[in-house]
């Protein structure tokens, strides 16, 4: 509920920061694209640290709720957004309160025992994947008829009410006070001969796979906008649902593929198509072919965002676990931060087309990480 609320928004935020808040398209919508898209994820990094303490000190489900109000309040008072300047400070507000996927699967990961843990971060994964799908539909056709300014808000409601199934159902067991520092919890896990080595590897991936991710988002909207005349809000939205259907699929039945090549090599396999999908987004020449490879995309970031969290998950020491999902959480931050930072940049110089270039290039750097330096969990 609370991904199809921001989803059901921030897909579309060069379409607003173009026709709503009067950037023209060209080298300042990249720029401004890549800022606003950008600058959420630099505060969550700064944040998440923050807020995984208090976790600890008050608790996870109170963090999970603080993330939804948090993201509720900032989405919706974009409503009022009239500069583009006042657009990068809520975004920012955004990154700095939010962050309800971090705070979802600490509180998973937490509460779950431990042989499940792999099982239950997919099923997350697949939960968020759903979200990503019905969202942009939704509000893509939403915005065609209403404005976007009213999907924001709409999406700040829709934040706002996916608290109260939070509030009325989820339990979390008592907190157990954690003995020693943060030095005895990387005694634990070098305990572990090489797990200090496979978990950088695997959390610097999760960044890698969200720089490649929140870049291709931002690039396909202003791709669509450089080939569809009208309508690109209904487009972009069918292209974005379709990725999410993909991915919430492959999150659950990534497994029975990891069964037989296990989890390193299916990883790896699915990176490399990433790269061939954001590849055919930057040659395709009709918006059809760019929807399919959006789609695509979806299908195989479905596989490497659990995959390596479920990797993680085994690789850690139950007494770590919040500790080092804590350090993910920075990294995705980081690379949501990352992604339109860099496609911005490249699109404003090079051209959209050269921008997909350079994340497939990236994603291909993704698969030579986790075929060199992962390792695949003992069964």
Same mark, same amino acid.
């Given at each position: 509920m609370a991904i199809f609320g921001f989803s059901f928004a921030f897909p579309f935020l060069s379409i607003f920061i173009s026709h709503?808040?009067?950037?023209?398209?060209?080298?300042?919508?990249?720029?401004?694209?890549?800022?606003?898209?950008? %600058? /959420?994820g630099l505060s969550m990094?700064?944040?998440? *640290?923050?807020?995984?303490?208090?976790?600890?000190?008050? #608790?996870?489900?109170?963090?999970?709720?603080?993330?939804?109000?948090?993201? +509720?309040?900032?989405?919706?008072?974009?409503? &009022?957004?009239?500069?583009?300047?006042? @657009?990068?400070?809520?975004? &920012?507000?955004?990154?700095?309160? /939010?962050? !309800?996927?971090a705070a979802a699967t600490a509180l998973v990961a937490a509460e779950t025992p431990r042989n499940r843990v792999g099982w239950a971060l997919g099923v997350v994964t697949s939960a968020?994947?759903?979200?990503?799908?019905?969202?942009?539909?939704? #509000?893509?056709?939403?915005?065609?008829? &209403?404005?976007?300014?009213?999907?924001?808000?709409?999406?700040?409601?829709?934040?706002?009410?996916? !608290?109260?199934? %939070? @509030?009325?159902?989820?339990?979390?067991?008592?907190?157990?006070?954690?003995?020693?520092s943060q030095l005895g919890t990387l005694a634990l896990i070098q305990q572990r001969p090489g797990a200090v080595r496979a978990l950088s590897v695997l959390i610097g991936a999760q960044g890698l796979i969200n720089v490649c991710n929140s870049a291709t988002q931002q690039l396909v909207v202003l791709r669509l906008l450089e080939m569809v005349t009208s309508g690109v809000?209904?487009?972009? #939205?069918? +292209?974005?649902?379709?990725? #999410?259907?993909?991915?919430?699929? +492959?999150?659950? &039945?990534?497994?029975?593929?990891?069964?037989?090549?296990?989890?390193?090599?299916t990883t790896a396999i699915a990176a490399v198509m990433v790269a061939v999908a954001v590849s055919l987004v930057a040659v395709a020449p009709w918006a059809s072919v760019v929807v399919a490879g959006v789609a695509l995309n979806g299908l195989f970031s479905g596989v490497v965002i659990p995959a390596t969290?479920?990797?993680?998950?085994?690789? !850690?020491?139950?007494?770590?676990? /919040? !500790?080092v999902f804590g350090a993910n959480a920075s990294s995705v931050a980081l690379g949501f931060f990352i992604g339109p930072?860099?496609?911005?940049?490249?699109?404003?110089?090079?051209?959209?087309?050269?921008?997909?270039?350079?994340?497939?290039?990236?994603?291909? %750097?993704?698969?030579?990480?986790?075929?060199?330096?992962?390792?695949? *969990?003992?069964?």
């Open positions: 709503d808040l009067g950037v023209h398209q060209g080298r300042d919508l990249d720029l401004w694209t890549a800022a606003i898209a950008s %600058v /959420s990094a700064i944040a998440s *640290p923050i807020w995984g303490v208090l976790g600890d000190r008050y #608790g996870r489900k109170p963090m999970l709720i603080r993330s939804m109000v948090g993201g +509720a309040l900032t989405v919706g008072l974009i409503y &009022f957004a009239q500069t583009p300047t006042e @657009l990068l400070v809520l975004r &920012f507000l955004q990154g700095a309160t /939010s962050g !309800t996927v968020v994947a759903l979200g990503g799908a019905i969202g942009p539909v939704v #509000g893509g056709l939403a915005g065609a008829a &209403f404005g976007l300014r009213l999907v924001f808000l709409g999406g700040g409601i829709l934040l706002l009410l996916a !608290t109260i199934p %939070v @509030l009325l159902i989820v339990r979390e067991g008592p907190r157990r006070r954690r003995e020693g809000a209904a487009v972009t #939205g069918v +292209a974005f649902g379709l990725a #999410g259907v993909a991915s919430s699929g +492959a999150a659950v &039945f990534y497994t029975t593929v990891t069964r037989r090549l296990g989890y390193v090599r969290a479920s990797m993680i998950g085994l690789e !850690t020491p139950p007494e770590a676990q /919040s !500790t930072l860099i496609g911005g940049g490249v699109a404003a110089t090079a051209g959209v087309p050269a921008a997909l270039i350079v994340v497939a290039g990236l994603a291909l %750097v993704l698969a030579a990480l986790i075929a060199a330096g992962a390792r695949e *969990p003992a069964r």
